[in-house]
């Protein structure tokens, strides 16, 4: 018994093989090169999409992005890695054929392309929309923090270069103890290590002065930080406690039946309060449809959120977050007043009714108060309700809209079960296809490209599971504008 020969390095051969022999027909490669030859590369804003006619002749915008298409789904994100590739991988010489650009032709192309390349690839939504997947109109959404390339010790907050100005005073104060003990020792020992200590006190004042021109930038900055290596890149806490990261937060909304990633941005906001609204509506041009219920988490709960909803055809779908802490205590919380909307009143724990009170003139807030003056006086249930002389129940004026969400809610409760195994698994797979690194491109534009390209990849792996690559490859012909001849 012999293992199965390979073959002769030497042979020749009478009819050479041709590179398309080594690109099965169902290879995914097939299909970012149909995908790519479909789209309208100047409608989306691509430059150089029509050759020059003096100069030297550039690479075509539409092969460059095929590159960057294929890197991205095959975790090869690196402008000098892709450069590698395309002198030795045999599906990217097919796929550009043999186009060997150096890397910083294939950066530039990234950065001068950013919002073609987003465009482009928000098209691909429109190919998912030919197969109905968004038959169900439910999606989830959820923020993650991405590392940007900004290290923690080149970002400053007002805390952090407090905190650093108070541990340079301390070295500066303990290496003046040093010297001064120093000069007091008459030996060869102390004579050699004053110098030393002269140095490093010298270079703690430096450093002092940096710091003090850095809080200054600090005061002077909008939201009172600032990122030395990218700009735009924040200071963000992260579940843990004690962690955080300098990075940006990125917002996906998830299609509950196929996972499809049907809408995404890149934020440098570190919470999720004000985002609900707007990631709903991105959701809903994304699937085209008159309404989409989106199910969040509890971070996104926000009143003027979810009014903002109330008709756009975005259908939230969002735990109250309950931030009293009187059930700690023992006291009663807001769930154990029932509001009785015909009659606009509460009714209490004791089974009285808590009306609203007349609005002062110079009332600056829409918060309306219910009490019951004189039940209060003699309930027996009072210290269980409030410490206070009596008991006051506000009340948002379109507390109704929350209302009506938490109904809508009690009527799914596997909601958020459906939430959290709908959109956490992609932030998985996209940090993993990123080797858990940071970000390669830096400042919000640039990065919010980076992060189209990872979504591109990750929805087009998802469609060639669900549909199949000859299925897609119909579909774009059938689509494709006919041939001008």
């Known amino acids: ?62 092969d460059l992005l095929k590159l960057y298409i294929y890197g991205y789904l ?57 197969f109905d997947l968004f038959t169900r109109a439910v999606v989830a959404i959820d923020g993650s923090k991405f590392k940007a390339v900004n290290n923690r010790d080149k970002n400053f ?56 021109e850095m809080e200054k930038q600090v005061e002077a900055a909008p939201d009172k930080q600032v990122s030395l290596t990218d700009p735009d890149a924040r200071s963000m806490a992260t579940s843990g406690k004690g962690t955080g990261i300098v990075g940006y937060n990125v917002q ?20 999720d309060r004000g985002q609900l609204a707007f990631m709903g509506r991105k959701a809903l041009e994304a699937i085209e449809g008159e309404e989409v ?45 029932i509001y009785d909307a015909d009659n606009d009143n509460y009714i209490c724990p004791a089974g009285e009714r808590l009306t609203k009170g007349k609005a002062r003139s110079d009332r600056q807030d829409n918060i309306d108060h219910y009490r019951n003056l004189t039940a209060c006086s003699s309930c027996a249930l009072k210290h269980k309700c409030t410490p206070m002389k009596h008991k006051r ?24 079960t459906i939430r959290r195994q709908t959109v956490e698994h992609p932030f998985g797979t996209l940090k993993a296809w990123m080797g858990s690194t940071h970000f390669l491109t830096r400042t919000l534009g ?6 189209s390209l990872q979504v591109l990849a990750y929805n087009m792996k998802r469609m060639i599971n669900i549909v199949g690559i000859k299925s897609l490859m119909g579909a774009i012909t059938a689509c494709a504008p006919p041939a001008t001849s």
């Open 446 to 451: 640039k990065v919010k490209t980076e992060m």
């Open 252 to 271: 996906i909304a998830v299609d509950a039946e196929h996972h499809l990633i049907v809408a995404h941005e890149v934020i440098n906001d570190g919470t």
């Open 74 to 130: 095959n975790r090869i994100q690196s402008s000098r890695r892709l450069e590698r590739e395309a002198n030795r991988n045999i599906e990217l010489m097919w796929l550009i054929g043999r186009l060997a650009p150096d890397f910083k032709t294939i950066a530039d192309f990234r950065r001068d392309n950013g919002p073609a390349i987003r465009a482009a690839c928000a098209q691909f939504m429109g190919l998912c929309r030919q």
């Open 393 to 416: 129940v506000k009340r948002w004026e379109h507390e109704d809209v929350l209302d009506k969400m938490q109904t809508a809610l009690d009527r799914m409760p596997d909601a958020m």
């Open 293 to 337: 219920t989106v199910l969040a988490d509890r971070g996104y709960y926000s009143g003027e959120e979810v009014l903002a909803c109330e008709g756009t055809g975005v259908l939230p779908r969002v735990p109250k977050t309950m931030t009293s802490g009187k059930d700690k205590l023992g006291f009663f919380t807001i769930r154990d007043f």
């Open 1 to 62: 018994m012999t293992h199965i020969p390979g073959s002769d390095r030497s042979q020749l051969l009478l009819l050479p093989e041709a590179i398309d022999d080594y690109v099965s027909d169902d290879n995914p490669v097939r299909f970012v090169d149909a995908f790519v030859d479909a789209l309208d590369l100047k409608a989306a804003g691509f430059a150089r999409v029509e050759a020059k006619a003096t100069g030297r002749p550039g690479y075509a915008p539409g």
């Open 157 to 212: 907050t007002v805390n952090k270069v407090a905190k650093r100005i108070e541990q340079v005073e301390a070295s500066i104060a303990r290496y003046l103890s040093a010297l001064d003990q120093a000069d007091r020792q008459d030996n060869d020992l102390a004579k050699a290590k004053a110098p030393r200590l002269k140095e490093k006190i010298e270079g703690l004042r430096r450093q002092m002065q940096s710091l003090k």
